[in-house]
């Protein structure tokens, strides 16, 4: 079984800075692609950032410029840079991963449980 942990949200002023992370944990052969989703009241879960194992990113019009995605793959981690936020941004954020696991020949994914970021002044 595998665990997505996301880590560092909280309550931001408009303007400010947060950077979240995910550490993945597990029986984890490797994690392909890996990356961040958020779902604001009301609304469908979003990609926010993502990245491959090869270090190719893709990000949300809305965040681009502003958001950072890296990946440290010693370690199973993903961390997504959040500068210059804006109340729009308030949202669960959720950490998501592509993992093969040990005696698994396919990739499976996996959700992280998620965490609160709201920006409010």
């Known amino acids: 079984q595998v665990q997505l942990v996301e880590s560092g949200g909280g309550l931001v002023q408009p303007g400010g800075s947060l950077r979240l992370s995910c550490a993945a944990s597990g029986s984890i052969i490797r994690i392909n692609g890996m990356g961040w989703y958020r779902q604001a009241p009301g609304k469908q879960r979003e990609l926010v950032a993502r990245s491959t194992s090869g270090g190719s990113t893709n990000y949300a019009d809305s965040v681009k410029g502003r958001f950072t995605i890296s990946r440290d793959n010693a370690k199973n981690t993903v961390y997504l840079q959040m500068n210059s936020l804006k109340p729009e941004d308030t949202a669960v954020y959720y950490c998501?991963?592509?993992?093969?696991?040990?005696?698994?020949?396919?990739?499976?994914?996996?959700w992280g449980q998620g965490t609160q970021v709201t920006i409010s002044s």
């Open positions: 998501d991963a592509d993992v093969v696991l040990y005696g698994n020949r396919y990739e499976r994914h996996y």
